[in-house]
C-alpha cells in the first residue's frame, strides 16, 4: 500500500529561525513529489514540486530535497517569517493507476515572535 | 475571481438532511476531486471525475454521491447527513499528465448537528 509519512506533526520556532520538515514515503513506482502550503480555512497550494531526476529545487526561501534511493524529501524554511504558519502537506504522485496521489497527514508548523 | 470556487463557504444542517455542495472552475481542466479534511486525518479523497462521463469513487465514498454536470462543475452530495460527516470539504482541479497541480477551492465547511 502506498503510504506518505510526514514529521514532526507541529512545530514552533521563532520568527527568523530556519526549519526542516520530513516527507518518506512507500509511493512505487514514483512519478514526482509535490509540497503544498496550507494557510489556515484555506485551500493548499503548491510549493514546489521535486521529479525523480532532482535533488533540490529552491523557491524563495523554501528549499525542497530529494532522495529517490531512501524515499525520502525535506523542506527547508530559511529565516522563517510569521506568514509561514501554516499546514505543509507533502504529496506523492505514482505512475500507476492514472497517476494516483498519496497524501501525507501534514505538518503544522507556527512561528511566533 | 478564484479559479475554483465552492458553494456554500459554511453550513451547518441537521442529521438526516440532504446537501449539496457545489464546485466550478475556469482552469478548463478535465480532473477534478472531492476531498475531506479532518484534523490529525489530513486529505481524504471522497470521488473524482477524469471527464464528464467518468466518475470515480475514492477511499471514502460511503455516504456521499457526486455529480459532473459538465467540464467545469463538479458537485457533491450527502443523501442524508450524518454528524460524523461533520469536516471541511475541499474541490480541486488539475490537469493531465503527471506533473499536474492541485489546484483547490477555499473549502466548504459543513456542520452536522
Known amino acids: 500500500k502506498n503510504q506518505v509519512e510526514q514529521s514532526p506533526q507541529s512545530l514552533i520556532i521563532l520568527e527568523g529561525k530556519n526549519c526542516t520538515l520530513q516527507?518518506?514515503?512507500?509511493?512505487?513506482?514514483?512519478?514526482?513529489l509535490r509540497w503544498y502550503k496550507q494557510d489556515t480555512g484555506r485551500g493548499p497550494v503548491s510549493l514546489t514540486i521535486m521529479t525523480f531526476s532532482e535533488n533540490t529545487k529552491s523557491n524563495g526561501r523554501y528549499t525542497a530535497t530529494l532522495d529517490a534511493d531512501t524515499k525520502q524529501s525535506s523542506l527547508h524554511i530559511t529565516a522563517s517569517q510569521l506568514s509561514d504558519s501554516a499546514s505543509y502537506i507533502c504529496?506523492?504522485?505514482?505512475?500507476?493507476?492514472?497517476?494516483?496521489?498519496?497524501f501525507g497527514k501534514g505538518t503544522k508548523l507556527s512561528v511566533i515572535p | 475571481d478564484a479559479d475554483v470556487t465552492q458553494t456554500p463557504r459554511n453550513r451547518i444542517t441537521k442529521t438526516g438532511k440532504r446537501i449539496m455542495l457545489e464546485c466550478s472552475q475556469t482552469k478548463g481542466h478535465d480532473r477534478m476531486y472531492w476531498y475531506r479534511q479532518d484534523p490529525g486525518l489530513g486529505l481524504r479523497l471522497i470521488y473524482y471525475s477524469f471527464d464528464v462521463k467518468d466518475i470515480n469513487k475514492g477511499e471514502i465514498s460511503d455516504g456521499y454521491s457526486v455529480s459532473r454536470q459538465a467540464q467545469a462543475k463538479f458537485s457533491l452530495s450527502l443523501e442524508s447527513a450524518i454528524p460524523n460527516q461533520t469536516a471541511l470539504y475541499f474541490c480541486?482541479?488539475?490537469?493531465?499528465?503527471?506533473?499536474?497541480?492541485?489546484?483547490f477551492g477555499e473549502g466548504s465547511r459543513l456542520t452536522v448537528l
Open positions: 516527507c518518506n514515503y512507500t509511493v512505487s513506482p514514483f512519478s514526482n
Open positions: 480541486a482541479t488539475r490537469q493531465q499528465g503527471n506533473t499536474g497541480e492541485l489546484f
Open positions: 504529496v506523492v504522485s505514482s505512475r500507476a493507476g492514472s497517476y494516483q496521489l498519496t
